[in-house]
């Protein structure tokens, strides 16, 4: 058994009762779909025999052009022709910084519309088309209905970004078992949850080059389960630039200073033929217009150098941030149709220091691996082992002082459901505001806001009397619900986290960087931020008891004591520890006294009380 085994209820089914699942890859360039058919993970062609479906939608006024269809008009129609709809699922209008053809409508929070000649189409409206295309080839190709997909998302994909996808899905008609991280998928397609030696953990690069994403990410396998440690990547650097470099190279080699748009498209188009030709031959012809060059594969290493460094030195970046070094890695995985280029191989072999697995097609291997898990998942496996996915960050609350409580933390196997206790902070406080965040750092504001929501009709009660239990459960999917209820009253509150936007993967990237980087700056944050919230509640206390028994008090008590409180507010505002300790203790001086004064009058009362009711009593 190679993984956790989990039964879900329901999704197994007759052993003799063959479910199709497929497995899609919803790409930024290309999309497409595979299944599993006799045991043997196959893609599948569309009638024309092609497999990879350009994500490209062209909305002319009376029809719509997909794929290949669709490409001619992303020159002549740039504002109708949709490219690269993936980089803008679950993003809000504000957050989309990156330049585009596009005329865009919608409030700035808000998930934005296209505007195009068939009116408003949103990314997830865009994107269901795109999975439309790949569930009719399905069911051409299969000649059947199909009962299940799993689709992948990039691992540093939040949970804004997932549920857009799984929109998508939903509106294309597809019935989603699960959506799944790229590397892992493309980990399954070759089998690497398999190994039959689990006494160790394993840990795997998956180096991703596209046609304009570079993705790298580190898995490790434990005990059945994939976790993310790190990913990295850059989100404009892929095939395209590679091309790109070569018409560069070619406009010096034939001291051309400038070429005119049509001319700049029509050198890109051979060259990437000529890249594309290096992956076969060791020299092959550039063919501009009316000229030719030669181009081997020794000159065109060099000619794309600057692009390979700057992979190999997020790749370093990566291998730092999950404390490995080369020794720890048994496999490196190879995805993305750059990846043929020989010279992305040598370059990855010389990094890594060990031959790249690519024998399975690299832009074929993340539906691969999607079929694979989806096949699993519908339950035409013996096994009916369940393969897990993990949280990409981490997920809290908001505790006083603006600290977060990590209640699930980074790289947890999902799906998960944690609950801890939390209590007022006042005396008589009805109401409650969980504010749910995401994020590697200990103050909410350095943090991701997820949403928010109130729980109301608590019964007052003295501060920390109340017991507020608070569930977070991460689906399947990476989809978040969080609960909250009032266990002495039963009181209860819930959200689903569904925002409408979502961080970019930079973002993502960023939110994990700086949880490694400030860690020891957080931790001083934290210890002032406690601090703080401990002095306040002392003053809350303290002033609560004065309003009842000052008269306990002689005058100069109480000016000292007046005294103290004041010079504890004023520090309270400095981001002093050390001051703000020292003023707590000089209150406590004078507080303790009267809190044992206090005492001594309620010991008093308590026992004047006795007799009091022993009187009416005998009355
Ligand atoms: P994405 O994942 O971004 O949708 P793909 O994985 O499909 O993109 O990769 C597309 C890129 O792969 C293009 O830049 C294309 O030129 C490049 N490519 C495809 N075949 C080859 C090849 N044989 N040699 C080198 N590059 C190739
Ligand atoms: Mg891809």
Known sequence: ?????????????????????????LGTTHSLVATVLSGKAKVLQDQQGRVLLPSVVHYAENRTEYGDDAKPFITTDPKNTIISV????????????????????????????????????????ISAEILKQLKDRAEDSLKNPINGAVITVP?????????????????????????????????????LDQDSNLAHDRNYVIYDLGGGTFDVSILRFSQG??????????????????????VKWAKKQLNIDSLNDNEFAHWLVSARQAK????????????????????????????????????????????RDAKLDLNDIQNVVLVGGSTRSYAVQKAVRDVFNQEPLCTINPDEVVAIGASITANQLIGNTNDGALLLDVTPLSLGLETMGGLVERLISRNTAIPVARRQEFTTYQDGQTAML????????????????????????????????????VTYQVDADGLLTVAAKETTSGVHAQIDIKPSYGLSDSDTERLLLDGFKFAEEDKSLRHLQETKVEAKRELEALEQALKVDAQLLTATQ?????????????????????????????????????????????????????????WSNSN
């Open 1 to 25: 058994m190679a993984l956790l085994q989990i039964a879900e209820p329901g999704q197994s089914s007759a052993p003799h009762e063959h479910r199709i699942a497929i497995g899609i890859d």
């Open 86 to 125: 993936k980089r803008f699922m679950g993003r809000s209008k504000a957050d989309i910084k990156f330049q585009h053809p596009y005329v865009l409508v919608g409030e700035d929070n808000q998930m934005p519309a296209f505007e195009t000649a068939q009116g408003r189409k949103t990314p997830v409206e």
């Open 155 to 191: 691992a540093y994909f939040d949970e804004a970004q997932r549920q857009a996808t799984r929109d998508a899905a939903q509106l294309a008609g597809l019935n989603v078992l699960r959506l799944l991280n790229e590397p892992t998928a493309a980990a399954v397609a070759y089998g």
């Open 225 to 246: 389960v994939f976790e993310v440690l790190a990913t990295g990547g850059h989100t404009a650097l892929g095939g395209d630039d590679l091309d790109r470099l070569i």
């Open 276 to 319: 594309e030709a290096l992956s076969n031959t060791d020299s092959t012809e550039l063919k501009l217009l009316d000229q030719t060059l030669t181009l081997d594969r020794t000159t065109f290493e060099d000619i794309i150098k600057i692009a390979l460094d700057k992979t190999i030195s997020v790749c370093k970046r990566v291998m």
């Open 434 to 469: 969980i504010h749910v965040v995401q994020g590697e750092r200990d103050l909410v504001e350095h943090c991701r806001s997820l949403g928010r929501f109130v729980l109301r009709g608590i019964p007052p009660m003295t501060a920390g009397q109340a017991r507020i239990e």
């Open 558 to 614: 109480l000016s000292k004591l007046n005294l103290a409180k004041a010079n504890l507010e004023a520090q309270l505002e400095s981001a002093e520890i050390k001051a703000i300790e020292d003023a707590v203790e000089q209150l406590k001086i004078h507080s303790d006294a009267f809190a044992a004064a206090r005492m001594n009058q309620h010991i008093d009362a308590a026992l004047k009380g006795t007799k009091l009711d022993d």
